[in-house]
T-cell receptor
């Protein structure tokens, strides 16, 4: 089935650890995105990539890093520099940037313990 | 930076009645999206509105866009329990800015 797969769905992180969230899409989409959602709030853009080997910071990039080595993959690393990482993380993709629908994965819950 | 404001933030609907959610945005936006989110779940795309005067309908939901007023509305006709969810509007090009969401509860 075509879609966006995020893993893991639930992740617990100890203070000072880096963790990586996986995002894979088989929709042949050029653009991919990472959003963060805090309880009861809207989504905020962390990073986005319009093409392989290129990515741009979003509104809240501090403490996060990404890579885009393959078209179908856009992993997000939450570093120890992110002071409040507990949140719901959503990966998304779209065919390009010309108004096509942006589709979301099922999300990953990250909790700092 | 595009700012998106939704109102109301909470909406208690009675089954069978009609309601409207409003979405205002601060600067010119090429397009306006509406999404639905169930508790603990991801976002489901409802509508993409691309031009002034655009109107799209799916079942009991109808969305419209007025780019001159920088306003989009999501109209719900004859609310039913299945429509209970949080609805988000978002604007922008490829960098979407989201509203805070409208949490809808439909009661009998």
């Amino acid at each position: 089935d075509g879609g966006i797969t995020q893993s893991p769905k639930y992740l617990f992180r100890k203070e000072g650890q880096n963790v990586t969230l996986s995002c894979e899409q088989n929709l042949n989409h050029d653009a991919m995105y990472w959003y963060r959602q805090d309880p009861g709030q809207g989504l905020r853009l962390i990073y986005y990539s319009q093409i392989v080997n290129d990515f741009q910071k979003g509104d809240i990039a501090e403490g996060y890093s990404v890579s885009r080595e393959k078209k179908e993959s856009f992993p997000l690393t939450v570093t120890s520099a992110q002071k409040n990482p507990t949140a719901f993380y959503l990966c998304a993709s779209s065919m390009d940037s010309s108004g096509n629908t942006i589709y979301f994965g099922e999300g990953s819950w990250l909790t700092v313990v | 930076e595009l700012k998106v404001e939704q109102n109301p933030l909470f909406l208690s609907m009675q089954e069978g009645k009609n309601y409207t959610i409003y979405c205002n945005y601060s600067t010119t936006s090429d397009r306006l999206y509406w999404y639905r989110q169930d508790p603990g779940k991801s976002l489901e795309s409802l509508f993409v509105l691309l031009s002034n005067g655009a109107v799209k309908q799916e079942g009991r939901l109808m969305a419209s866009l007025d780019t001159k007023a920088r306003l989009s509305t999501l109209h719900i006709t004859a609310a039913v329990h299945d429509l209970s969810a949080t609805y988000f509007c978002a604007g922008g090009d490829y960098k979407l800015s989201f509203g805070a969401g409208t949490t809808v509860t439909v009661r009998a």
